[in-house]
């Protein structure tokens, strides 16, 4: 489970602050896998299911490549999601992230 500070404050930039930093778990790679998928955010509004999908496409990109900011002194690190669902939620699913502009793809089973 993805346990985050205490000093995580609950909204989305704390959320984008946090998974792009991890110095707490600490890892050559990190693959975060989403199980039951089709239920994430699905009781929320579709703005915050973008929000996510850019904060984690932006944490990508952020892993790969060297904080501007603030010197890690880290090497590229891969930062992946992986997002599980039924077969039967899978075409929905996948229109939610179509309309997220998700870049994405999909693995055989």
Known sequence: ALQFPHYFGENW???AECITDLMWIEGDAYLLIVSEAHQLLSQADDEDFRILVR???????EWLTPNRYIPRNRPPTPFHVLFQCPPPELAAF??????????YEILDT
Do not use: G
């Open 13 to 15: 930039a704390a959320f």
């Open 55 to 61: 904060i984690l496409t932006e944490a990508n990109v």
């Open 94 to 103: 996948r229109a939610r992230l179509d309309q997220a502009a998700a870049e």
